[in-house]
């Protein structure tokens, strides 16, 4: 399969903690995108990361990839309820497709 | 800037009939796809439009599904017979214009249209 992995599946921990979740692909790629979608809603676009970076800031997430590894990691600091939603990984190769991943599945505990 | 419009939000159809489901994308932007996302997996795309023209259409049911754009604004896209597995959320997103071989750009998507096939 050429699509994204992301793990974990799901991931519940305690606000204020960080939460890290991972991207694992097998092919090359141009750049990888990381959305957001609370329940009931549509995706919305959070970080891109081109293949000749390493790491990306946007306020409280961090983004890494590793083109070696085939890996990226997403990292939401000092997490807040409102974080609570599904992360999803997208690939991008070097033609006009986006390949998905499952997602990861994110609880914020109050 | 006003977002990616779809309706309707909800539609609940018998299997066997037809369901139509229509999008504005986001004004300048050429580029406009069809997902579809089935509870806990993520979006597969169905279509993707640049301007009028279809770029990916490969996973496309294309015996019950169709999918146009007019004019390169608009689209909608229609299922006709529907099953019972096509029970999903339908996202519209857009994009700008998708340069070869630049990769994929930032997608902004619309809230989705959620089909439930009885």
């Known amino acids: 399969s050429q699509q994204g992995e992301e793990d974990p599946q799901a991931l519940s921990i305690q606000e204020g903690e960080n939460a890290t979740m991972n991207c694992s692909y097998k092919?090359?790629?141009?750049?990888l995108q990381w959305y957001r979608q609370n329940s009931g809603r549509g995706l919305v676009h959070l970080i891109l990361?081109?293949?000749n970076e390493r790491e990306k800031h946007s306020g409280r997430l961090r983004v890494t990839l590793d083109t070696s590894k085939k890996s990226s990691s997403l990292l939401i600091t000092a997490s807040r309820a409102a974080d609570t939603a599904s992360y999803f990984c997208?690939?991008?190769?070097?033609?006009?497709?986006?390949?998905w991943g499952a997602g990861t599945k994110l609880i914020i505990k109050p | 800037e006003a977002g990616v419009a779809q309706s309707p939000r909800y539609k609940i159809i018998e299997k066997r009939q037809s369901v139509a489901f229509w999008c504005n994308p986001i004004?300048?932007?050429?580029?406009l796809y069809w997902y579809q996302q089935i509870l806990g997996q993520g979006p597969k795309l169905l279509i993707q439009?640049?301007?009028?023209?279809?770029?990916?259409d490969s996973q496309l049911p294309k015996d019950r599904f169709s999918a146009e754009r007019l004019k390169g604004v608009d689209s909608t896209l229609k299922i006709q017979p529907a099953k019972l597995e096509d029970s999903a959320v339908y996202l519209c997103?857009?994009?700008?214009?998708?340069?070869?071989?630049?990769?994929?750009?930032?997608?902004?998507f619309g809230a989705g249209s959620r089909l439930t096939v009885l």
């Open positions: 997103a857009s994009s700008h214009f998708v340069l070869p071989y630049s990769g994929a750009n930032v997608l902004t």
């Open positions: 004004s300048g932007h050429a580029t």
């Open positions: 439009f640049q301007n009028n023209g279809v770029v990916d």
């Open positions: 092919t090359s790629i141009n750049n």
């Open positions: 990361i081109r293949s």
């Open positions: 997208a690939l991008s190769r070097s033609n006009y497709q986006l390949i």
